[in-house]
């Protein structure tokens, strides 16, 4: 479908560069999400080229029907593309034409008329052990500001050692960890408030940051701060996660929330078992706790053939 020479004439290839180059400048995508967007419109011009027997021009885009872009998904799927591409190729090209209808050169209607596919469920893996631990720890932390090292470390190691979501990590403020607790008291989705152990190395890791943060830190206040004194965002911790896992050797599933998942994952293979991990987490449904750490019929039927007192 991209073998042709001449995709589009020279005034949409134009506006198509000057679009990519906005999206660099003034969105600052990344370089990833930037030549898929590139490669995506690149694959729609060229397959509405081959459509029209003629190259696709600024006035073939401001009559674009739903149909020609389901038409073109249907391609695309046809030569193998799942759905996560083809979502992805479809926000490129309803930005490109949102781009160009604010220019006047194009409805974006069609686009908009056209439902993405549905995207499979699924949720990270978690991580091994040994790299679970590595990642919550501070030698491992790649900042060049050691206060911000041990912070990044401190808020892993809560969503590794508690099972933590990273919103309630980031939350939590220094009260919390007043008299050294072996618990803390969150507060999750809905306003579910639940009890978690707080382990010892994650203790050690917050205080640690607590005592080479260079910021004042009021009871009440965020315990975590970003660079400027501010509330930490949880965009900067997965920053730093995106560069350990290019530096430890890690699978792009690698993610904060991942922790969270190995935590559960984890604490089964000890032995824990699932009705306990559902309260640690602070699931409403059990069943949810099964698909999150990937039970299996098998691990449950060892469970109850194991404690179930006439199995």
Same mark, same amino acid.
Request: contains cysteine; glycine residues 8%.
């Given at each position: ?11 949409l ?8 180059a ?12 930037l030549?898929?967007?590139?490669r ?22 401001g009559?674009?029907?739903p ?5 073109? !998904? @249907?391609?695309?799927?046809? =030569?193998? +593309? %799942?759905?996560r $591409?083809?979502? &992805? ?18 409805n ?8 993405s596919?549905?995207q ?8 091994s ?29 809560l ?10 990590a !980031? @939350?939590?403020?220094?009260? =919390?960890? +007043? %008299?050294?607790? $072996?618990?803390? &008291? ?6 579910k ?12 890791g917050?205080?640690?940051?607590v005592t080479?943060?260079p910021?004042?830190?009021g009871?009440?206040g965020p315990?975590?701060?970003g ?10 911790i997965q920053?730093?996660?995106?560069k ?9 599933s690698?993610t ?6 190995s935590?559960?994952?984890? !604490? ?5 078992d699932l009705r306990?991990i559902?309260?640690?987490?602070g ?10 750490t ?18």
């Open positions: 479908m991209t073998d042709l020479l001449i995709i589009a004439d020279p005034t290839m134009n506006e198509r560069q000057a679009w990519l906005a999206l660099a400048g003034e969105r600052r995508l990344s370089a990833n999400t030549d898929a967007y590139e995506d419109t690149r694959q729609f011009l060229a397959f509405l080229t081959g459509h029209l027997a003629a190259p696709a021009s600024l006035k073939d885009i009559n674009l029907r149909a020609d872009l389901r038409g073109f !998904l @249907a391609a695309r799927r046809r =030569d193998g +593309a %799942g759905a $591409t083809l979502g &992805r190729g479809l926000a490129g090209l309803r930005s490109f034409l949102r781009h160009l209808e604010r220019k006047g050169l194009a974006s209607a069609g686009a908009t008329a056209v439902r596919p549905k499979p469920k699924s949720l990270p893996k978690p991580l052990d040994r790299q679970a631990i590595a990642v919550v720890d501070a030698y491992e932390q790649l900042a060049d500001e050691p206060w911000i090292r041990a912070r990044n470390a401190a808020v892993l190691a969503l590794y050692g508690c099972g933590l979501r990273i919103s309630e !980031l @939350a939590l403020t220094k009260a =919390d960890f +007043a %008299g050294s607790p $072996t618990s803390l &008291r969150i507060t999750g989705k809905g306003g408030t639940r009890i978690v152990p707080l382990i010892a190395p994650a203790r050690a917050v205080e640690d940051y080479l943060c910021f004042p830190l009871e009440d315990l975590f701060r660079a400027r004194g501010g509330a930490l965002q949880p965009a900067i920053r730093e996660m995106q350990m896992r290019g530096a430890l050797g890690l699978p792009d690698a904060p929330h991942a922790l969270r998942h935590f559960a994952t984890h !604490l089964l293979a000890g032995g824990g306990t559902q309260e640690l987490l699931h409403a449904s059990l069943s949810t706790t099964q698909v999150y990937g039970v299996d019929s098998a691990r449950l039927l060892e469970i109850y053939d194991r404690a179930h007192p006439r199995a």
